[in-house]
């Protein structure tokens, strides 16, 4: 299994923007963020894979960009003009499969998850 370690988090106002890490150790082919608010289900946020394929979820569309870098081992989530919707915790997970595009969004086709880091986002 991937080791993943998450940072970045924090309070922010609504409008402002974070940049999330993860640092990870081991093979991932596919690897992704989710979020989960309390009371909530864990939701798929952005995903991407080792030949850069990316999937966002309808509600960052447009205002997050995923990325990855292979020398620092790192996975990252860049959010733009925050709303109080995102508020949540934050997970990376990985695995070592190709995922379709439709699957890459799903917490059910990762194997490997990180401890998660808090974004609380006032209005």
């Known amino acids: 299994q991937v080791q993943l370690v998450e940072s970045g988090g924090g309070s922010v106002q609504a409008g402002g923007s974070l940049r999330l890490s993860c640092e990870f150790s081991g093979y991932a082919y596919t690897m992704a963020w989710f979020r989960q608010a309390p009371g909530n289900a864990r939701e798929g946020v952005a995903a991407i894979d080792v030949v850069g394929r990316t999937s966002y979820a309808d509600s960052v569309e447009g205002r997050s960009t995923i990325s990855i870098d292979n020398a620092k081992s790192s996975l990252y989530l860049h959010l733009n003009s925050l709303k109080p919707e995102d508020t949540g915790m934050y997970y990376c997970?990985?695995?070592?499969?190709?995922?379709?595009?439709?699957?890459?969004?799903?917490?059910?086709?990762?194997?490997?998850w990180g401890q998660g880091t808090q974004v609380t986002v006032s209005s």
């Open positions: 997970a990985a695995d070592a499969s190709y995922l379709a595009s439709r699957a890459r969004l799903q917490h059910s086709a990762y194997k490997s």
